[in-house]
């Protein structure tokens, strides 16, 4: 019998899987295969022999717009619906402590993330190979890891707000992070160009602030056929969790003194 | 251990109002202490804090003042809950999930092993008494009953010293009614500790040792049944019942009768007094307008008349 922090947080990821399941949330990959499948066949003829790199473009940009809908949508989701429907009073009555539910609920999202993604990735790849580009193919996996990454911190982003806030404005909150975490750069470059003292540090510290979601940035280079080189990967995956442990202990902080009326 | 249960000076404010600067007291300054191997019930009206008491028991709420003890250990100790059971009101739980899964998916959450789980499953799930054909149906297709069932499922998975029942007959027909009544019965058989609040006074008669009433957040009583109605009872009024006369000339006859009250019943006229000392008077006023005297008892204290009487003082 193991009963320990990380076999409960375990069993709430867990759960958390089995709920985006049945609540539909991988359907969007059907709708991502059409897409895919579509580019295959339709693009080669219209894109004049670039029809690989179409269907990495198109493939990579709509795993990340399909990968942040999720983390968004159903991100915001995790803790108010419990709240709202009252499941975290049984849950909370048991030995759980808040933090192991706040981070098995967020594991749990990803891991559907993850699937999610790599369903996605066999699907850009098996197109890949179908227009016979296999080394295209191959060399998509570590930009499907950096938007996995990248996926990891606004579902971290999502469940932070969600445990103060309301989800429709968690959710928009959210959104305004995704959006601007990929103009961080844009914001620290105008803070210079500024002139104004008081500009430029404002705008550095929403720079240090804001999660620099640039750095998993990488798909219009893999449609040229570039890989990220090994410092890009650790260096991604070392701020990743780094952010992420720092969002979700704020978010267990405020989730750990709200009152359950 | 004396105490299961020890509450001190336990006060919860609610901050209303759109700042949120504005306070209203749910609860104020709940002391009481609960023996082990009893089925205690918890009464009061709507909005007398009988639920924030639960929650705050639960860690659901932080209280503004006070502090209580479960089992000995503080309640903001979580690991004390692998000992305590609870079924919220009205419970609900994950729709998406059927009966059996939700029971497995608790029983992981204490770290048994599948075998275990399936064999708690379906013990629990009997003694509720949900149906076979149900438990591998999703939560979301429940009525409120079958929900119910669930949730005091739920709330003995692991076994539970003590198990915390908030309104636990809501939803239930008169049959699940019984049937639950008996599982809390059985347990109080196993040793097990039950504290329960209600609205269903017939429910804490038939079942509950001893009882705590609470009123605008306080407590107005509290002792085993017996005692407070004896307490009660020891200065009661008397009811008279009086046939073959009408209950205008009876009114009359015992004006002059210091706080006797005279009520019309199909059986007759039913004259109360406050003092023994006053029947005399009463059976001679009856026997002079031609009446005749069919009872004579004395007003017994219910639990709806303490209930009532906590609510109103």
């Given at each position: 019998m193991s009963n320990g922090p990380l076999h409960r947080i375990f069993v709430i990821a867990l759960n958390t899987f089995r709920e985006a399941i049945r609540d539909r949330v991988l359907y969007n990959l059907?709708?991502?295969?059409?897409?895919?499948?579509?580019?295959?066949?339709?693009?080669?003829?219209?894109?004049?022999?670039?029809?690989?790199?179409t269907i990495v473009n198109i493939g990579t940009n709509a795993m990340l717009l399909f990968g942040a809908f999720i983390s968004i949508f159903v991100g915001v989701g995790l803790v108010s619906k419990e709240i709202e429907k009252r499941t975290v009073f049984a849950i909370f009555a048991k030995p759980v402590n808040r933090a192991e539910f706040i981070v098995g609920k967020y594991l749990g999202l990803c891991l559907t993330l993850l699937?999610?993604?790599?369903?996605?990735?066999?699907?850009?790849?098996?197109?890949?190979?179908?227009?016979?580009?296999?080394?295209?193919?191959?060399?998509?996996?570590?930009?499907?890891?950096?938007?996995?990454?990248?996926?990891?911190?606004?579902?971290?982003?999502?469940?932070?707000?969600?445990?103060?806030?309301?989800?429709?404005?968690?959710?928009?909150?959210?959104?305004?992070?995704?959006?601007?975490?990929?103009?961080?750069?844009?914001?620290?470059?105008?803070?210079?160009?500024?002139?104004?003292?008081?500009?430029?540090y404002v705008l550095t510290a929403v720079y240090y602030l804001l999660p620099n979601l640039s750095l998993f940035s990488f798909r219009t280079e893999a449609a040229?056929?570039?890989?990220?080189?090994?410092?890009?990967?650790?260096?991604?995956?070392?701020?990743?969790?780094?952010?992420?442990?720092?969002?979700?202990?704020?978010?267990?902080?405020?989730?750990?003194?709200?009152?359950?009326? | 251990m004396e105490y299961i249960v020890e509450i001190k000076d336990l006060s919860k404010d609610y901050e209303t109002g759109f700042w949120r600067k504005k306070k209203v007291r749910a609860l104020d300054g709940l002391t009481l202490n609960v023996r082990p191997g009893q089925i205690f019930g918890f009464l009061g009206g709507n909005g007398a804090g009988k639920t924030t008491t639960i929650k705050i028991l639960m860690s659901l709420l932080f209280p503004t003042e006070g502090s209580a003890k479960i089992l000995g250990s503080d309640i903001s100790d979580v690991s004390m809950h692998s000992r305590i059971g609870y079924c919220p009101e009205n419970p609900y739980f994950y729709d998406y999930?059927?009966?059996?899964?939700?029971?497995?998916?608790?029983?992981?959450?204490?770290?048994?092993?599948?075998?275990?789980?399936?064999?708690?499953?379906?013990?629990l799930l009997t003694a509720v008494g949900l149906e076979e054909k149900s438990r591998s149906r999703q939560l979301r297709k429940f009525s409120k009953g079958m929900q119910q069932r669930v949730g005091l499922a739920q709330a003995l998975?692991?076994?539970?010293?003590?198990?915390?029942?908030?309104?636990?007959?809501?939803?239930?027909?008169?049959?699940g009614r019984r049937e639950i009544r008996e599982l809390i019965v059985s347990l109080r058989e196993k040793g097990k500790t039950v504290f329960m609040s209600t609205h269903i006074l017939s429910d804490v008669e038939a079942l509950c040792d001893e009882v705590a009433i609470l009123r605008g957040g306080r407590l107005a009583a509290t002792g085993s049944l017996s005692e407070l109605l004896s307490t009660g009872n020891e200065q009661r009024?008397?009811?008279?019942?009086?046939?073959?006369?009408?209950?205008?000339?009876?009114?009359?006859?015992?004006?002059?009768?210091?706080?006797?009250?005279?009520?019309?019943?199909?059986?007759?006229?039913?004259?109360?007094?406050?003092?023994?000392?006053?029947?005399?008077?009463?059976?001679?006023?009856?026997?002079?307008?031609?009446?005749?005297?069919?009872?004579?008892?004395?007003?017994?204290?219910?639990?709806?008349?303490?209930?009532?009487?906590?609510k109103n003082r």
């Open positions: 059907v709708l991502f295969v059409l897409l895919i499948t579509a580019s295959a066949i339709l693009l080669g003829d219209l894109t004049d022999g670039h029809e690989a790199r699937v999610n993604v790599a369903v996605m990735a066999v699907g850009v790849t098996l197109a890949l190979l179908y227009v016979g580009s296999g080394a295209l193919a191959a060399g998509i996996w570590p930009t499907v890891y950096l938007i996995f990454l990248e996926l990891c911190i606004l579902t971290a982003v999502a469940i932070l707000f969600s445990s103060f806030s309301t989800p429709a404005l968690s959710a928009l909150f959210t959104f305004c992070i995704f959006v601007i975490g990929h103009l961080s750069a844009s914001l620290r470059e105008l803070g210079n160009a500024l002139g104004s003292a008081f500009a430029k040229n056929a570039m890989v990220p080189n090994a410092a890009m990967l650790l260096g991604g995956t070392a701020y990743a969790v780094v952010y992420i442990a720092i969002l979700l202990t704020v978010a267990v902080i405020i989730f750990s003194r709200r009152n359950f009326k | 999930l059927t009966a059996n899964e939700l029971l497995d998916y608790f029983g992981q959450i204490f770290g048994y092993d599948t075998a275990k789980r399936k064999q708690l499953t379906d013990e998975v692991n076994d539970p010293e003590i198990v915390f029942l908030d309104e636990p007959m809501s939803g239930l027909d008169p049959v009024a008397f009811e008279l019942l009086i046939g073959g006369v009408a209950s205008e000339q009876m009114r009359n006859a015992v004006s002059g009768i210091n706080g006797a009250k005279v009520l019309t019943k199909p059986a007759g006229t039913a004259i109360e007094v406050q003092n023994e000392s006053d029947i005399d008077a009463v059976i001679a006023a009856a026997r002079t307008c031609g009446g005749k005297i069919i009872s004579v008892n004395p007003v017994s204290l219910s639990l709806e008349d303490l209930f009532v009487e906590a």
